[in-house]
Antibody, heavy 120, light 108 residues
Framework: EVQLVESGGGLVQTGGSLRLSCAAS????????MSWVRQAPGKGLEWVSD????????YNADSVKGRFTISRDNGKNSLYLQMNTLRDEDTAVYYC?????????????WGQGALVTVSS | EIVLTQSPGTLSLSPGERATLSCRAS???????LAWYQQKPGQAPRLLIY???SRATGIPDRFSGSGSGTDFTLTISRLEPEDFAVYYC?????????FGQGTKVEIK
């Protein structure tokens, strides 16, 4: 059974930093591209960042460019999101999501989410 | 950058009725790389449809997707009580990947 479990969420001050983790199990983690998607309270879904299976390619949404860094450790079956210079508008539930194998590159499995609250 | 617009914002229907949800893209979605997700309150989204019309693993056949280019549709043939939720479309043909704003299907 595919499982994605996020951790590391919490309350952080505006301008602060936080690191999210996602522990993957039930599939060959090193084979899949992975992603972070967020959802502000009461709002829709927003894609944040992608990383390829080999770590060679990364994409970021413009809203987080230069502030957030995605990474992964295939030996530990883990995905990370380092969030720096946090803004109030970064407050959201952050989901770790698996990207299906080409050409079916939709987000086929999701974690339960980690809440990040940014406040001064 | 592709923008997805979903309509209607809210759909009020009764169990057993047919639901038709629309997703329109600001430019053509390459190779029909269009997905639909269902989200219930307090839960993560769940993939329903990928490639515009292929059902994901374990999704009942009352859910179907259609369309190409800029116009896509999710149809729920007969609403079950567990189908009342918010539905999002998403394109994954060109970066940045984009989601629609969602359609809420509520009980009438």
């Amino acid at each position: 059974e595919v499982q994605l479990v996020e951790s590391g969420g919490g309350l952080v001050q505006t301008g602060g930093s936080l690191r999210l983790s996602c522990a993957a199990s039930g599939f060959t983690f090193s084979t899949y591209n992975m992603s972070w998607v967020r959802q502000a309270p009461g709002k829709g879904l927003e894609w944040v960042s992608d990383i390829s299976s080999s770590r060679s390619t990364k994409y970021n949404a413009d809203s987080v460019k230069g502030r957030f860094t995605i990474s992964r450790d295939n030996g530990k079956n883990s995905l990370y999101l380092q969030m720096n210079t946090l803004r109030d508008e970064d407050t959201a539930v952050y989901y770790c999501a698996r990207i299906g194998l080409w050409p079916h590159n939709a987000f086929d499995y999701w974690g339960q989410g980690a809440l990040v609250t940014v406040s001064s | 950058e592709i923008v997805l617009t979903q309509s209607p914002g809210t759909l009020s229907l009764s169990p057993g009725e047919r639901a038709t949800l629309s997703c329109r893209a600001s430019q053509s979605v390459s190779s029909s790389y269009l997905a639909w997700y269902q989200q219930k309150p307090g839960q993560a989204p769940r993939l329903l449809i990928y490639g515009a019309s292929s059902r994901a693993t374990g999704i009942p056949d009352r859910f179907s997707g259609s369309g190409s280019g800029t116009d896509f549709t999710l149809t729920i043939s007969r609403l079950e009580p567990e189908d009342f939720a918010v539905y999002y479309c998403q394109q994954y043909g060109s970066s940045p990947w984009a989601f629609g704003q969602g359609t809420k299907v509520e009980i009438k």
